[in-house]
């Protein structure tokens, strides 16, 4: 069965926002991240939890405005992942200041 084509678009979206979190995760700084910030752990587990459901679905995905929904969610997901570095990249300058 063919994939809509916007569906294998965002397929790799969400193979590449998963291989960044995975990156962030492996970062020293993260830990510290975690620490911080409350419900961090429960976010990241609810942005997995959605991309598991996604590529689960993606087979049946065929209306327009579910997918677009989709689309939308891995945009925000994107900004938070930025943001996420961003921090992430604070740390690690804080750390070497001090």
Same mark, same amino acid.
């Given at each position: 069965?063919?994939?809509?084509?916007?569906?294998?678009?965002?397929?790799?979206?969400?193979?590449?926002?998963?291989?960044?979190?995975?990156?962030?995760?492996?970062?020293?700084? @993260?830990?510290?991240?975690? &620490?911080?910030? +409350?419900?961090?752990? =429960?976010?990241? !587990? /609810? $942005? *997995?939890?959605?991309?598991?459901?996604?590529?689960?679905?993606?087979?049946?995905?065929?209306?327009?405005?579910?997918?677009?929904?989709?689309?939308?969610? @891995?945009?925000?997901?994107? &900004?938070?992942? +930025?943001?996420?570095? =961003?921090?992430? !990249? /604070? $740390? *690690?300058?804080?750390?070497?200041?001090?």
């Amino acid at each position: 069965m063919a994939l809509n084509p916007r569906v294998e678009a965002l397929l790799a979206i969400v193979d590449a926002q998963e291989a960044r979190l995975e990156r962030a995760e492996q970062s020293p700084q @993260f830990a510290h991240f975690l &620490a911080a910030s +409350e419900g961090a752990a =429960q976010i990241i !587990a /609810q $942005i *997995r939890e959605g991309w598991r459901v996604f590529r689960n679905s993606a087979p049946y995905l065929s209306d327009p405005e579910v997918i677009e929904s989709y689309a939308q969610s @891995f945009e925000q997901i994107e &900004a938070s992942l +930025e943001q996420l570095e =961003q921090v992430l !990249a /604070q $740390i *690690r300058a804080n750390q070497i200041l001090n």
